[in-house]
């Protein structure tokens, strides 16, 4: 039966919508997923062929999707990242890179007999991992936050350097079978990345400045950039050709280093561009791949494969962990990780076919090779790195700690209660001020959206398995709340109260989030923030047969509120219900008390002079 072609573009859309979904369900990297729905559609079951779908719009098509993902990925290339973490993260970079691109380049030429030219390609485009499939790798596996952020961050510096390299292996080749002598061949990529950085600086820069003095209105800064760099990649290709790729980097780049432009909203708009362009662009390049051109790479691929996954990732690693504290247990699990991504199959995709355009035969095995490489990467390491973590006991032990919507002074305060106790706490705002003075405060947080794509990548969970709703913004909490529930599960999502007009609102608040109200008693945030401002303080209180639950509530008046327990095994548990609360005599009570206590409050009005010293007081001095 022939279909339409409006049929096929909706079928397109609804798979790669399913695609996402699976892979948010089953905690995997959608990858995977977008790779095996486009291999069913297309080679298995024959339904799509993007060639007689797109026709000669096809790989214009690829080639404006690869150009706004190198985009989007430079955007998040800061120099100031790649120098402030850690010296592994800066040696895996240029180390990792060198030691990767050789061996996968020599394994390819000497083992599956391909070109120079291809076989260089493949090498460059292999040592790219990305953001995109490290992520949902960590928070399944879960590993210490050492080596958590280790992954990480090379995942997202890597994502663009990685792919700036291999567009500069592109167009060395290019130029080169374009030239006929040496010197014109030198000519030729020397005008490309003239031409690449010159104009990606500019345009850098021009678009920097656009943004920072606001000559467009905010509702265009994420439509004129994306339209901006668009026309600025196809007239670097005018001038340049194939030097469009390279103009894009230079300018995402550029614009992420330069100061003061609110780039944030454009990061954020990479969310619905990923999920709309991306996933549609890995099945229509998985539907090209032919089971025919894998099966002829025969048991060569296996090999290749085999040399850049045991021989070449441990050797950069070995080799960038050489003045490190890294431990052997570190260096093996991180040998393991290196799963490739969305970068790499695009990239591959539209190379080979320009290669092909140029006369290179074996530029078909580049493909097969590179989805080849994504298969076995994602699916061995996503199913295997969990034991080995545990194996190697570099996993987080439990993931007690605790995440908090909100770094307002009441959230602060508990924050850094939960601290000194070794609790693992991350604060997540929008408010640039609450931000600075939680940092000023030395708490760890995060300044954004915490169900941004952005936080997906650059939020570390590491050890932590809880969220606690403590913000005044009823959106956000409420898309918080749904997010972390199917992450962490309802018994560790827990949210304030409503207060008094939200309850009588007309739109009452969803079932499944109702489930999550009655942190701290039941309180609201508005409460909690007048007894802020009163001088209510978190206090840390250990109970003792001297010093029971009783007599701390007589101390206070019975007007604190116990706002977690730490109990005798060191679980640390939101109170829901103070009249739930039986503590016992080892316990901690982590409060929030009043200004002072009843006995000091007497002893101040009628002048009496206290009967023991503060230090010798029942109850120990607050943490």
């Not at 089971?291 to 296996?302: D, P, R, S």
């Not at 109260?497 to 079932?511: N, V």
Request: proline letters at 5%.
């Amino acid at each position: 039966m022939t279909v339409s072609t409006v049929f096929l573009l909706a079928c397109i859309g609804v798979l790669s919508l399913f695609c996402q979904w699976l892979a948010w369900r089953v905690r995997m990297p959608a990858i995977l997923f977008l790779l095996a729905g486009g291999l069913a559609a297309g080679p298995l079951l024959g339904f799509l062929d993007p060639e007689i779908v797109f026709g000669e719009l096809l790989f214009p098509v690829i080639s404006l999707a690869v150009a706004i993902i190198l985009f989007e990925g430079s955007l998040t290339l800061r120099y100031d990242e790649i120098r402030g973490h850690g010296k592994m993260v800066r040696n895996l970079i240029p180390v990792g890179s060198i030691v990767t691109c050789i061996i996968g380049t020599l394994a390819a030429r000497w083992i599956l007999d391909v070109s120079w030219e291809v076989a260089l390609l493949f090498g460059a485009i292999s040592i790219v991992t990305g953001p995109t499939v490290i992520a949902p790798l960590l928070r399944s596996v879960r590993p210490d936050a050492k080596l958590a952020n280790i992954l990480r961050w090379e995942g997202i510096i890597i994502d663009p350097v990685g792919a700036l390299l291999a567009v500069l292996v592109f167009e060395g080749i290019v130029s080169w079978g374009q030239g006929n002598v040496f010197s014109h061949s030198l000519y030729i990529f020397g005008k490309t990345l003239a031409v690449g950085f010159l104009i990606g600086a500019v345009a850098g820069w021009l678009n920097g400045i656009a943004l920072r003095k606001h000559l467009l209105p905010q509702y265009l800064h994420n439509a004129g950039t994306l339209t901006f760099m668009l026309g600025v990649y196809a007239l670097s290709n005018e001038m340049a050709h194939e030097s469009g790729l390279l103009t894009v980097t230079v300018m995402g780049i550029w614009m992420a280093n330069m100061k003061q432009v609110p780039i944030d909203s454009i990061l954020e708009f990479k969310e619905s561009l990923s999920v709309l362009l991306i996933s549609a662009l890995f099945i229509i390049l998985a539907a090209r791949v032919e089971f025919e051109a894998i099966a002829q790479l025969g048991w060569g691929l296996v090999a290749v494969l085999a040399l850049l996954m045991l021989v070449a990732r441990p050797a950069s690693i070995f080799l960038s962990a050489i003045g490190t504290s890294l431990n052997w247990r570190d260096k093996l699990f991180l040998s393991w990780i290196a799963p490739r991504g969305i970068v790499a199959a695009a990239v591959s995709a539209l190379f080979a076919f320009q290669l092909q355009k140029l006369g290179y035969e074996s530029a078909g095995a580049l493909v097969p090779l590179i989805f080849m490489l994504i298969i076995a990467t994602v699916t061995l390491q996503s199913l295997t790195a969990r034991p080995l973590a545990r194996l190697l006991k570099v996993a987080e032990p439990a993931e007690y700690g605790f995440l908090i919507l909100g770094a307002n002074p009441v959230a602060r305060k508990i924050g850094l209660a939960l601290k000194k106790l070794d609790v693992p706490v991350t604060l997540a705002d929008t408010n640039w001020e609450n931000v600075k003075q939680a940092r000023m405060e030395n708490l760890q947080v995060y300044f954004g959206n915490p169900v941004s794509e952005h936080a997906s990548t650059h939020l570390d969970l590491t050890g932590i398995g809880n969220l606690l709703v403590i913000s005044p913004y009823k959106h956000m909490n409420s898309l918080a709340t749904y997010h972390f529930l199917d992450w962490f599960g309802k018994d560790s999502v827990l949210t304030l109260a409503e207060g008094d007009q939200d309850q009588k609102a007309r739109h009452q608040t969803a079932e499944k989030i109702q489930l999550t109200r009655g942190l701290f008693g039941g309180v609201s945030y508005a409460k909690l923030a007048s007894l802020a401002s009163q001088d209510y303080s978190v206090k840390t209180t250990q109970l003792s047969d001297e010093f029971t639950f009783e007599d701390f509530l007589d101390k206070y008046d019975r007007q604190a509120m116990v706002l977690f327990v730490l109990n005798s095994r060191d679980h640390i548990t939101p109170v829901k219900s103070m009249a739930a609360i039986k503590p016992e005599k080892d316990w901690t009570l982590v409060s929030l008390v009043p200004p002072q206590a009843r006995k000091e409050r007497k002893e101040r009005d009628t002048g009496e002079s206290p009967e023991q010293p503060p230090d010798q007081s029942p109850e120990p001095a607050p943490t």
